[in-house]
């Protein structure tokens, strides 16, 4: 892997030093806490975003499931603050103290095995990145080396992302139904639902997300990366290079789901519970939309595409919820017809040539071909 110094060109580091003082210092300066604890959420979203930038700007493979891999990381950090949150004496006003409420209210007097490992902490950080990654291995394996591909892949990952939302609802006794797994209070202790601890979490995942962000950057600029764009291209010719082209999208796809679910994580602890509406369909669809809108190509603009569409959505839905969705439906439309290459198509194509003309040799302006565009 290439060192940190060799990541970005010129360009692309002043890019990355505008976004870390941005989420680092302007808007923890700038916000109160309810409006950076809302930032803090949609960042969660930019992880998701990142890992679509990989696989379908990168790699050519169009994933409308993403909310299977933000709603299983988020479900993992759940369990464990749901077990934290029902000890013995916190609830013991239940039939049978010391499980989750929601099982005490559906006639489960044990806890089930599977939700025992989750009392170790340690178990719970590996589980939310191994256990979409093995998901994702399993969906990706049975898929790609069939060679299912394209709008097919799409839909099936459309259909498992419905599938597992249902049986979310359907268990509700193990998994909180469609309510989720709310009222979560503490984490290892400290409780995650204070002013300042929705500051300190802010940062940790402002922190996560730049390092989610390095390791994406560091495998586009890899040899790895530049298969993955030969792939997107011309699959068959790299497969009659010798490359196994499968197995390089299966990589490719748990490594966007580890990311997705750092995310979901992220948003568990922020928000303070998971629910399988952020599993379904409609969330998977709108997280392809965060990275079309900030393009599908950039990284930088896929965080930026996250931030803008779920601000323009929060603020539709506060002033017009009947009309939200055909809002977000709208400016979808509009980007993909007037704006091919997103937010980060438009910086490359009217931006920079502004700025280059005032301050000569301080951008170089490159040609636009495709992979550049997503600088």
Do not use: H
């Not at 709603?71 to 369990?79: E, F, H, I, T």
């Not at 049986?167 to 400290?190: E, S």
């Not at 280059?356 to 992979?371: D, H, I, V």
């Amino acid at each position: 892997m290439p060192a940190v110094g060799f990541l970005f060109s010129r360009k692309e580091w002043l890019y990355f030093a505008i976004l870390a003082a941005l989420l680092l210092i302007v808007l923890p300066l700038g916000l109160d806490i309810f409006r950076l604890n809302l930032i803090g959420k949609y960042l969660t979203y930019a992880f998701v975003a990142i890992g679509l930038v990989l696989l379908w700007g990168n790699g050519g493979i169009l994933s409308l499931g993403q909310g299977i891999f933000f709603g299983l990381g988020g479900y993992c950090m759940a369990m464990f603050l749901k077990l934290e949150a029902s000890t013995p004496e916190a609830t013991k006003i239940q039939s049978t103290p010391g499980i989750p409420d929601f099982m005490d209210w559906n006639q489960i007097t044990v806890l089930p095995s599977w939700w025992a490992p989750f009392y170790s902490f340690s178990f719970t950080l590996a589980a939310i990145v191994l256990v979409p990654s093995i998901f994702a291995f399993i969906i990706g394996s049975a898929m790609f080396k069939r060679r299912v591909g394209g709008v097919y892949f799409a839909i099936i990952t459309q259909a498992v992302a419905a599938i597992l939302t249902i049986l979310i609802i359907g268990q509700q006794g193990y998994t909180g139904g469609v309510n989720g797994i709310t009222d979560l209070r503490t984490l290892l202790g400290w409780d995650i639902r204070t002013d300042e601890a929705k500051l300190i979490l802010y940062f940790v995942n402002a922190v996560l997300l730049i390092g989610v962000l390095l390791l994406a950057q560091a495998v586009r600029i890899s040899k790895f990366g530049r298969l993955l764009i030969a792939m997107r291209d011309r699959e068959d010719r790299v497969r009659f290079s010798g490359y196994d082209v499968a197995n390089f999208k299966i990589f490719i796809f748990c490594l966007a789901a580890a990311m997705s679910a750092i995310g979901g994580a992220m948003f568990t602890l922020q928000v303070g519970f998971m629910s399988p509406s952020f599993v379904g369909i409609v969330p998977s669809i709108e997280m392809v939309i965060f990275a079309a809108v900030g393009g599908r190509l950039s990284l930088f603009g896929a965080i930026y595409g996250a931030l803008l569409v779920n601000a323009a959505k929060t603020t539709f839905s506060e002033s017009f919820p009947e009309l939200w969705l055909f809002a977000m439906g709208g400016l979808f439309i509009a980007v993909v017809m007037a704006f091919p290459y997103g937010l980060a198509g438009v910086v490359k194509d009217y931006v920079e040539p502004f700025v280059t003309r005032r301050l000569p040799g301080f951008l170089k302006r490159a040609p636009l071909t495709q992979p550049q565009a997503a600088e």
